[in-house]
């Protein structure tokens, strides 16, 4: 079992920056994949970016590529997703993740997420 508690959204200006984080507890195995959603009003929940526990591995949603940056740290079990160059359409509520299968497969662990809203 794997609990995920995200921190770090908030209200920023569209060109600003925010860092979230996600840390998670219980067992974290080697071979995992955190992965960052999210869900904007009146959209379904999309892929933003993801990052295998082992090796480090990055993946993106082409939306963000550019603008984000997911790495994490082993040592605290936490994942991180840095924003930078923030847009209105970036508004969402921003969920962590994680999957035992791949960047590809169903997400079996999900935090309740952290409102990232960015204002023009």
């Known amino acids: 079992q794997v609990q995920l508690v995200e921190s770090g959204g908030g209200l920023v200006q569209a060109g600003g920056s925010l860092r979230l984080s996600c840390a998670a507890s219980?067992?974290?195995?080697?071979?995992?994949?955190m992965g960052w959603f999210r869900r904007a009003p009146g959209k379904e929940r999309e892929f933003v970016a993801a990052i295998t526990w082992s090796s480090g591995s990055t993946f993106y949603a082409d939306s963000v590529k550019g603008r984000f940056t997911i790495s994490r740290d082993n040592i605290k079990s936490t994942v991180y997703l840095q924003m930078n160059s923030l847009k209105p359409e970036d508004t969402a509520v921003y969920y962590c993740?994680?999957?035992?299968?791949?960047?590809?497969?169903?997400?079996?662990?999900w935090g309740q997420g952290t409102q990232v809203t960015v204002s023009s």
């Open positions: 219980g067992r974290i195995i080697s071979t995992y994949i």
């Open positions: 993740a994680v999957s035992s299968r791949g960047v590809w497969r169903p997400y079996e662990y």
